[in-house]
């Protein structure tokens, strides 16, 4: 018989193509668990099919949707209109021109995605999900600004500054990191210029490889840490700039 597998699926930022592609590469089957770990849109030019086809795989994929800053920017501006100038240059700008062929019901069904993502996951294992990070020493049941979820970078780098000799039963050792067997980030790419594989530093992993610009779409198994990547997301859009 064959076992569950939870997948968990980096920043995609509308490289819509480049995650059918490593869907397809890593055989997702309806009986695995896709946690996603956010910033669905912002950089490519598929905004909307990526949201629309994502929607689409919910009703018959058991899948888990982390909240991304980019999604909290863009449904800001589709609630209200808050078209913040730093969200334009940095990917916004495609997802405006996305949104702009799309009617008002699909717009109602993305704020409704938008509003019902979750600012972290934690499965039965103790092993956390979030898009970001968080700040609080006690963990995220503690956090005081919800929008650490997805806009700390601090976790990551914490655990990279951290000598992989350091005893976890040191009184030096951060309390932060010691609450969950592993913690699966996104939202700080690895690299903006390559293709490269998802990094662990102390018990984090970084699933973000840079999709929004010249990197790959990766996606990881937890159990194995077995990995699959699209080609660079750029060869899909060559006439685009993504995040560049």
Not at 10 to 25: N, P, T
Request: charge should be neutral; hydrophobic fraction near 35%.
């Amino acid at each position: 018989m064959n076992v569950k597998r939870t997948l968990v699926i980096g920043d995609i930022h509308s490289g819509l193509k480049a995650l059918q592609q490593v869907l397809k590469r890593a055989a997702v089957t309806p009986k695995e668990k896709l946690i996603f770990l956010g910033d669905y849109v912002d950089g490519w030019s598929e905004a909307v099919e990526t949201v629309n086809f994502l929607i689409q795989l919910k009703k018959t994929h058991n899948c888990v949707f982390i909240r991304g800053n980019h999604d909290e920017l863009c449904l800001e501006w589709l609630r209200e209109g808050k078209d913040n100038p730093l969200w334009l240059q940095h990917g916004g700008g495609a997802t405006l021109a996305s949104y702009d062929k799309a009617d008002n019901a699909t717009k109602n069904a993305h704020i409704v995605f938008y509003e019902n993502l979750q600012n972290y996951h934690l499965d039965s294992e103790n092993r956390l999900f979030l898009h970001a990070g968080f700040t609080n020493l006690k963990g995220v049941d503690y956090e005081y600004f919800s929008q650490s979820f997805y806009w700390d970078r601090t976790l990551w780098e914490l655990a990279r500054s951290l000598n992989p000799d350091l005893d976890k039963n040191s009184p030096n050792y951060p309390k932060r990191l010691l609450h969950y067997k592993e913690i699966f980030i996104g939202h700080t790419p690895i690299s903006k210029t390559a293709v490269v594989e998802p990094k662990r530093a102390a018990n984090v992993w970084n699933i973000d490889t840079g999709a929004a610009f010249k990197g790959a779409l990766s996606m990881l198994d937890v159990a194995n840490k077995k990995f699959w990547q699209s080609d660079s997301v750029q060869t899909f859009y060559p006439d685009e700039r993504g995040r560049n």
